[in-house]
């Protein structure tokens, strides 16, 4: 079985690299810049990888990128409940990809429906808004707006592909093998971009 791939094994990986020296660095950076490295590398290394896919006509989201989470359900207002993401979603994604499934907690699981943005300004007051008693979700920034579900404080899972800030060191990374390489790479390019830039000094026009 192969071993757990986790931020913290990455940033060892990254920070073992630099301190060989092939990277021409200075200054070696703590274990906390290389784990934030590699936490922003896992999300570019994602958004390549997925756009890349799409280009060769492969839309599935492959497993190893999926994570599932509890949220909660709380009022909003017109018969709607909110959720706010406090566990930040990767954004930006073709067709909302970074939300992949919103179900009901039971036993035999209810799919939440998603609707576009733009579905409460359209159909808003219109006999065809609640889709026929189905429950639905609008995404909206770092909310999403249910509709069709009722109760206080109910939970929902919501699968999807979290960003790479909130994995701790020690959580399954949820990245697939292939990708391993990438973000190393791009944790050591990041962490040696910042050595290199110039520090911003401001003077007071003084000749020294």
């Given at each position: 079985?192969?071993?757990?791939?986790?931020?913290?094994?990455?940033?060892?990986?990254?920070?073992?690299?630099?301190?060989?020296?092939?990277?021409?660095?200075?200054?070696?950076?703590?274990?906390?810049?290389?784990?934030?490295?590699?936490?922003?590398?896992?999300?570019?290394?994602?958004?390549?990888?997925?756009?890349?896919?799409?280009?060769?006509?492969?839309?599935?989201?492959?497993f190893d990128l999926l994570d599932e989470r509890?949220?909660?359900?709380?009022?909003?207002?017109?018969?709607?409940?909110?959720?706010?993401?406090?566990?930040?979603?990767?954004?930006?994604?073709?067709?909302?990809?970074?939300?992949?499934?919103?179900?009901?907690?039971?036993?035999?699981?209810?799919?939440?429906?998603?609707?576009p943005s733009t579905y409460l300004t359209m159909?808003?007051?219109?006999?065809?808004?609640?889709?026929?008693?189905?429950?639905?979700?609008?995404?909206?920034?770092?909310?999403?707006?249910?509709?069709?579900?009722?109760?206080?404080?109910?939970?929902?899972?919501?699968?999807?592909?979290?960003?790479?800030?909130?994995?701790?060191?020690?959580?399954?990374?949820?990245?697939?093998?292939?990708?391993?390489?990438?973000?190393?790479?791009?944790?050591?390019?990041?962490?040696?971009?910042?050595?290199?830039?110039?520090?911003?000094?401001?003077?007071?026009?003084?000749?020294?």
């Amino acid at each position: 079985m192969s071993e757990q791939i986790t931020a913290g094994k990455l940033a060892e990986e990254t920070r073992s690299i630099l301190s060989g020296g092939s990277a021409k660095i200075e200054v070696m950076p703590t274990r906390r810049m290389c784990l934030t490295a590699v936490q922003q590398a896992r999300d570019k290394a994602i958004f390549q990888y997925i756009y890349a896919q799409k280009a060769d006509g492969n839309h599935v989201v492959p497993f190893d990128l999926l994570d599932e989470r509890e949220v909660e359900l709380v009022p909003y207002r017109d018969g709607a409940m909110m959720i706010e993401l406090k566990d930040r979603i990767l954004t930006g994604l073709p067709k909302n990809m970074g939300i992949y499934q919103l179900t009901t907690t039971d036993l035999f699981p209810e799919e939440v429906i998603p609707a576009p943005s733009t579905y409460l300004t359209m159909f808003k007051g219109r006999s065809s808004f609640n889709l026929e008693g189905s429950p639905f979700y609008v995404p909206v920034k770092d909310k999403l707006y249910v509709y069709g579900i009722s109760g206080e404080g109910c939970k929902l899972n919501l699968k999807g592909i979290y960003a790479g800030a909130t994995y701790n060191e020690t959580e399954f990374f949820c990245v697939p093998p292939e990708l391993q390489i990438d973000i190393i790479n791009m944790a050591v390019g990041i962490l040696a971009t910042m050595q290199n830039i110039p520090e911003d000094i401001i003077t007071d026009n003084t000749k020294r």
